[in-house]
């Protein structure tokens, strides 16, 4: 940094009154901070580093107090840089201004390979720190152990499970596997199916492993309860928003199974609490059926959640959650964005496999391309709906994908009502209790089908309520709106 630019740093930061992501403050009158040391962590173990600045008190309203000794600053921010393993390399700038000295550090990234930087005092589990906002919080034992597994190269989709044997497995659903790889391989095909299963990893050691589990188990969760997905649909568009009745979830669901058959569990949860609305072109009169998003951006995000999420024993007790809200989709998977990809780089740029040997049975199993397309395919079906583009966040440890649906008012004037809705007014032509509603539509759950179906006909005033008055009444009857002559 030259003194211009502290300068400069000087003058935003008398403008904003605040530190951020990459800057810190200190004041440094009276002498060094003893512990620089979590912002030295903080700083390092991100990509672009950050800065500290010394001079500044921001207990006194951001003055700009300068430093003690700028000469033996330096040398103390030296030593405790000295500290820190590896060992912190800071660039120093001095800048007079007013007759008061201030200086600034600026703090690189280090190498992805070479982090948790930590002090060296307090050890890698207690030492190592992250920048969140403009703090410095204690990296999380799973945070530390996901650059361990990165630099070491772990394999958690083929970790050892002793509890499942081999005959336990689904022996149709092996054999056909193993038949599928035996297909178009020479050297393969010549092997005995226990030589196979060890050298494709559905084995190690004699052992299953986790990834034969979870594709060939009659039930992977009686060994591995959280490694699901958990589903719901919430009344509102935040967590804790309750619908008319009081209840939080519309549709609460948790999906298990082998990992083909959380896959089909979830798109078909999605799509029975998704609307889907009938759009007419003026021009030629044809009809298209749209639902709140495109079933093939939804597959693919599901699936990558299933392929791609940590399945390390840091993570084994958190299941991938499903959130349906009014007005978007969110699905999030435990482990961040693996090894030096980052969120801008996604779909463009060929990413390290965080689970490969998964992946690759499932490209056999014809489930997933392998190809690394799945990102672009979500963006193509969202612009193909003349959806918002897809929004993808890297947030302490989970991998978020949400899908934002269109505009409730801009919904309505574009929605002509479907099959469905049109026989559920001819059905409330007789007026309706809840339960012979929710019997009518298949549905086991009078507040999903009051909240999802029969309350949005209320608000359009195509159905009335017998007791306006008390809309929560266990003796309401629900009938359509007589046309006026």
Known sequence: MTTDELIEKLKLIQKSKCESQFLELKSARMGCPKRLYDTLSSFSNQDDGGVIIFGIDEEQGYLECGVYDAQDLQKKINAQCLQ??????????VLEKDGKSFVAAEIPGIDLAERPCYYRGHGRIKGAFIRVGDSDEPMTEYEIYSYEAFRKKYQDDIREIPRITLSSLDQELLNDYIRRLK?????????SDPEICELMSITRNGAVTLSAALLFSPYPQAYLPQLCITAVVVPGTEMGDIGIHGERFLDNLRIE???PEMLETAIQFVRRNMR???IIDPETGRRTD????????VREAILNALVHRDYSLHTEGMPIQLLLFDDRLEIRNPGGIYGRLKVDQLGKVQPDTRN???A???EVLDITENRYSGIPTIRRAMASYCLPDPVFEDVRGSFLVTLYKEP???QTQAEEPTENTRNLILFCKTPRTRREICDYLGLSSTTYAIQRYIMPLVEQGILQLSIPEKPSSQKQLFFTKQESN
Not at 183 to 191: A, E, F, N, V, Y
Not at 290 to 297: F, G, S
């Open 257 to 259: 199974g082998t990992i």
């Open 84 to 93: 820190m393993e590896p060992v912190v390399r800071p660039l120093l700038t």
């Open 183 to 191: 297909t178009g391989k020479q050297r393969l095909s010549h092997l």
């Open 276 to 278: 889907t609305k009938t």
């Open 290 to 297: 749209h639902t709140d998003y495109p079933i093939e951006a």
């Open 408 to 410: 409730e008012e801009k």
């Open 356 to 358: 490969p040997v998964l």
């Open 360 to 362: 690759s049975a499932l």
